[in-house]
Each structure stands twice: as structure tokens, then as C-alpha cells.
């Protein structure tokens, strides 16, 4: 992965076998807060030749939180003694997906058409951030089918680790294709057809078919979806508290990225 500016001002901590964070992230010790909670550099897969972005790992929620769009601006804003980050990215700031996020929301009651551009900015800058999608999907008129169910997919198909879906994706998905509506894509043909269903947050749906969708990217060849979709069944099934086998899916998912996404480190 392409290391940024100021690498060698940072401590890089080794990250042992486990489904939180995902492959892609380096934890360092600068800001660390002794709790358990670290700041960290991450690359969207796909993107290991970009500059990663700096995230805060809240280890309590298991989740990636976005701090700042690169390391140089992160380090200049850093209290090293107190870990407190000084100053953040402007709202105006279009190279930062989360100011393009945030900025969007404060358009979205007064300029959707506005609202709309800079929520498809952020996802060009960072695709696996799932409100994006879900904002768009928000956004887009009902008349606008096949647009809608392609937001709520890739409101599904996120890196679950910044964030679970919402529900309201699911429902979208699945409403859509209770109307009779047809589209080829694993999400759509297999989500919600089990009997059997598993809890997390008002999601609702078997945790194997994440597994099966995965499998099914990867015959499509979609291998960005396989890796996001395999990582998002081991964090689901381990935030259901199944953990029973999770060793056998993390070296699952480190045989899938050495084999399709060898520049990415996995620790």
C-alpha cells in the first residue's frame, strides 16, 4: 500500500488475527488513549495506491470513526499530550469525503439537486462509507426505481466496520423485490429468503447469506464486493456473539486478499 508523508512520524502497532478492524487499517500509538483506542490509517480496497485516510478505532463500538483525509494534516492537528485532534476538516472541503457528507445533509432540505452532487462525490472519494449511499437513496425520487435499489445495494454492500446499514436499505431492497421488480446482483437475489434470522440493530436476515452473496460476487468476478461482503459476515456473526470458528474465517479472508489484493497488508 502506497504509505503516506509523514509515515515515519508515526509508531505503526501490530494488529493481531481478528475480524475488527479490517484488512487495510494500521493502528499507530501517537494519540493513543491507553483504553484501548487508537487512531489509524486506512485504505478503501481497491484504493491502495491513493493516500489513506485517518480514522479513530472506538473499540468498545467496534467501529471506525473518520478523523481527517490524510496523516500530514492529521499530525499537524494532533495534541500528542492529549490526544485531542485541534482542528478539523472544513465543511467546504470537497476532497474529504466526510465534509462533502456532512455538507450534503445541510443542503438536502433546501438544494437536493446540490445535496445530491456532493453525496456522489463523497462516495467517489470514499465508496465504502454506507450513509452515503443511504442519503442518495433518501434523495432519489420514488419514480426513480432501478436508481434506488442500486443505492440501497451499495448502501448494503459497505465496509460495515465504519457503520451498519440502515435498515431502511434492506427494506427498500426488499420491497422492491416483493413488487416483482428483476436485477442480477447477489444482494438482491439472495438477502431475506431464509427462515431463519439473526438480529443486529433491527437487521434482520440468516448471517450465511452474507456468506453466500460473497461467493456469489466472486463468480461475478466483483472481487472489491467479495472481499467487503466476506468481511461484513465475520463482523456480523461477530457482533451476534457467534464467534464460534472465526479463526477459520479470518484466515479465509487473508487467503482472499492475498490471493486477489496482494498490495494489501493484513495483519
Known amino acids: 500500500m502506497r504509505l503516506p508523508e509523514k509515515y515515519t512520524e508515526i509508531t505503526p502497532k501490530r494488529i493481531e488475527n481478528s475480524y475488527f478492524p479490517p484488512s487495510g487499517t494500521v493502528l499507530f500509538e501517537e494519540g493513543n488513549d491507553g483504553a484501548g483506542d ?17 480514522f479513530h478505532l472506538n473499540h468498545e463500538e467496534s467501529i471506525l470513526e473518520p478523523i481527517h483525509y490524510d496523516l500530514t494534516a492529521f499530525l499537524n492537528n494532533l495534541d500528542l499530550e492529549t490526544g485531542e485532534v485541534l482542528v478539523y476538516p472544513g465543511l467546504r472541503d470537497e476532497n474529504y469525503f466526510l465534509s462533502c457528507f456532512q455538507r450534503a445533509k445541510v443542503f438536502s432540505k433546501k438544494d437536493t439537486v446540490e445535496a445530491t452532487r456532493l453525496l456522489k462525490r463523497s462516495t467517489e472519494l470514499f465508496p465504502e462509507y454506507s450513509d452515503n449511499w443511504y ?4 434523495l432519489t425520487d420514488k419514480s426513480e426505481v432501478k436508481k434506488r435499489l442500486k443505492y440501497a445495494i451499495r448502501c448494503f454492500c459497505s465496509n460495515w466496520a465504519f457503520g451498519l446499514p440502515n435498515v431502511e436499505a434492506l427494506k427498500e431492497i426488499l420491497e422492491i423485490r416483493n413488487s416483482g421488480f428483476e436485477f442480477d446482483d447477489p444482494i438482491f437475489n439472495r438477502i431475506g429468503k431464509s427462515d431463519k434470522t439473526e438480529n443486529l440493530l433491527n437487521l434482520n436476515f440468516d448471517s ?3 456468506h453466500e452473496i460473497a461467493y456469489d460476487y466472486m463468480i461475478k468476478e466483483d472481487f ?9 459476515y465475520i463482523f456480523f456473526r461477530a457482533l451476534t456473539t457467534r464467534k464460534t470458528g472465526l479463526t477459520n474465517l479470518i484466515n479465509e479472508i487473508k487467503e482472499v486478499v492475498d490471493k486477489y489484493f496482494p498490495e494489501r497488508k493484513y495483519s
Do not use: R
Not at 39 to 49: K, M, N, V
Not at 135 to 138: E, G, I, V
Not at 224 to 232: A, R, T, W
Open 224 to 232: 472489491v464486493s467479495f472481499l467487503l461482503m466476506l468481511q461484513n
Open 38 to 54: 487508537y487512531f489509524c490509517l486506512y485504505w478503501p480496497i481497491g484504493q491502495e495506491d491513493e493516500t489513506p485516510h485517518v
Open 208 to 210: 450465511a447469506e452474507l
Open 135 to 138: 442519503w442518495l437513496l433518501k
